[in-house]
Nanobody
Framework: QVQLVESGGGLVQAGGSLRLSCAASGRTFSTYAMRWFRQAPGKEREFVAVISWSGGSTYYADSVRGRFAISRDNAKNTVYLQMNSLKPEDTAVYYC????????????????WGQGTLVTVSS
C-alpha cells in the first residue's frame, strides 16, 4: 500500500497563500486518484479536492473552487495543493489521501492516508 507524508502547512494571514505537498512511497502511485481532505476543530472531515491518476481530471469542493488548485507529478510521486486567497475558515488539518479507483469525493475503505499537516489562517 502507498504511504503518504504531507508537508507545507503553517500559519498564514488571511489573503495569503500556501502550497501543501504530499510525497508518496510505492511504485503504484500513478495508479491512484489523489485527494485532499481537511478537518477543522470540532468539525467532521470534509473533501477538498481530487485529481485523477493521469492528472487530466480535477474536482473541487464548492468552498475552495477558484482559490485552490490540485496537481501531481507522477515522476516525483508527489501531489500538491496550491491554496490562494486563504480565509480563516480554511483553518484545518489537511490530509492527503490515495484512492485506488476513479475520481471520487468520499473516503473509501482501501484508501491510504497521510498524518496530516496543520494550516492556520489568521484574520
Amino acid at each position: 500500500q502507498v504511504q503518504l507524508v504531507e508537508s507545507g502547512g503553517g500559519l498564514v494571514q488571511a489573503g495569503g497563500s500556501l502550497r501543501l505537498s504530499c510525497a508518496a512511497s510505492g511504485r503504484t502511485f500513478s495508479t491512484y486518484a489523489m485527494r485532499w481532505f481537511r478537518q477543522a476543530p470540532g468539525k467532521e472531515r470534509e473533501f477538498v479536492a481530487v485529481i485523477s491518476w493521469s492528472g487530466g481530471s480535477t474536482y473541487y469542493a464548492d468552498s475552495v473552487r477558484g482559490r485552490f488548485a490540485i496537481s501531481r507529478d507522477n515522476a516525483k510521486n508527489t501531489v500538491y495543493l496550491q491554496m490562494n486567497s486563504l480565509k480563516p475558515e480554511d483553518t484545518a488539518v489537511y490530509y492527503c489521501n490515495a484512492h485506488p479507483g476513479a475520481v471520487a469525493t468520499t473516503a473509501g475503505a482501501l484508501d491510504a492516508w497521510g498524518q496530516g499537516t496543520l494550516v492556520t489562517v489568521s484574520s
